[in-house]
């Protein structure tokens, strides 16, 4: 990595926390070059504007999320064990997401959704892919032979993303993690749900 390269992930790696819990109204020029310790035209010079060191720091926030949905696709077991992996991987890291100032798709999509087109872009095709690998692992359950023909994968993908999200937007304004907890545990009985004809059907 040369010197450009690396003083634009030192950028990023400083002022990403910043938006995220700030967001990107309320991120000032100088909120950033208190984060950073440069001057407006070395941050500028690296990134040309604000527009476009959000974007960078959407994706640097996000990349976590996704890995950890990665590796959970990736581990061994049955696509109910990799779904169930999936949903643990957010169990096990939401201290870290509530202190890092909530879920980075969460907020950015609250704030972009009317005043923010070039992030909300970013936000939609981030839900899209998500949407897709759940999706992907319903489809999978039923090759296996253990999901219900009749589930709609598309369907049951959108639901679990909205209980995570949504989940995490009722714990944090509540300042409970309980909330969250509770949105993954009915999760958890969905998942049980995909198979229960299938195991009906065995007995």
């Known amino acids: 990595?040369?010197?450009?390269?690396?003083?634009?992930?030192?950028?990023?790696?400083?002022?990403?926390?910043?938006?995220?819990?700030?967001?990107?109204?309320?991120?000032?020029?100088?909120?950033?070059?208190?984060?950073?310790?440069l001057s407006k035209g070395a941050i500028y010079g690296n990134f040309g504007n604000k527009d476009a060191l959000a974007l960078a720091c959407f994706d640097h926030n996000i990349k976590p999320l996704q890995k950890g949905l990665i590796r959970a696709i990736a581990s061994p077991g049955t696509a109910i064990d990799k779904l169930k992996a999936s949903i643990d991987f957010y169990r096990n890291h939401f201290d870290e997401v509530a202190q890092s100032g909530g879920c980075p798709l969460m907020n950015t999509s609250t704030e972009a959704d009317?005043?923010?087109?070039?992030?909300k872009e970013k936000v939609q095709q981030s839900i899209k892919n998500w949407q897709h690998e759940l999706s992907s692992l319903v489809t999978e359950g039923k090759r296996e032979g253990l999901v219900t023909a009749a589930i709609d994968a598309d369907k049951f993908a959108i639901s679990a993303i909205a209980?995570?999200?949504?989940?995490?937007?009722?714990?944090?304004?509540?300042?409970?993690?309980?909330?969250?907890?509770?949105?993954?545990?009915?999760?958890?009985?969905?998942?049980?749900?995909?198979?229960?004809?299938?195991?009906?059907?065995?007995?």
């Open 114 to 119: 009317d005043t923010l087109p070039f992030l």
């Open 163 to 203: 209980l995570i999200e949504g989940g995490i937007l009722l714990a944090k304004a509540m300042d409970k993690a309980s909330y969250f907890y509770q949105a993954l545990d009915r999760l958890d009985e969905l998942i049980e749900e995909l198979t229960e004809e299938e195991l009906t059907k065995e007995r």
């Open 1 to 37: 990595m040369n010197k450009a390269a690396r003083t634009k992930q030192f950028i990023i790696e400083r002022v990403a926390p910043v938006f995220n819990k700030q967001g990107y109204a309320g991120t000032a020029l100088s909120d950033i070059e208190v984060a950073t310790g």
